[in-house]
């Protein structure tokens, strides 16, 4: 279902404007953490990448969230081991 269909949906489905714009305002959230969790993947991915070229060890990705003014984003972040055997995130 695409955002158009949901916002239409919240639009049929309340019984005010200011329940609509609460209920939007919600999603608009939701959705904007994901897309922001979702940059940070593809950040992870490019210098997980890159740290792999440089001869790094990669041994694991882990759950992070971070809280913001929008909300909590979550994503996840690879664990890499340098060449002297230290570990970075």
């Not at 714009?21 to 959230?29: G, S, Y």
Request: aromatic share 12%; charged share 35%.
């Amino acid at each position: 279902m695409d955002i158009i269909s949901i916002i239409a949906g919240l639009l049929k489905g309340t019984k005010s404007l200011m329940e609509f714009e609460e209920q939007v305002k919600i999603l608009m959230q939701k959705v904007f953490t994901q897309w922001v969790g979702d940059v940070f993947e593809e950040l992870d991915k490019t210098i997980k990448q890159k740290k792999l070229e440089e001869g790094w060890e990669y041994c694991r990705s882990d759950n992070r969230s971070v809280q913001f003014l929008f909300g909590s984003v979550t994503f996840k972040r690879s664990l890499m081991r340098d060449k002297r055997g230290d570990s970075h995130y």
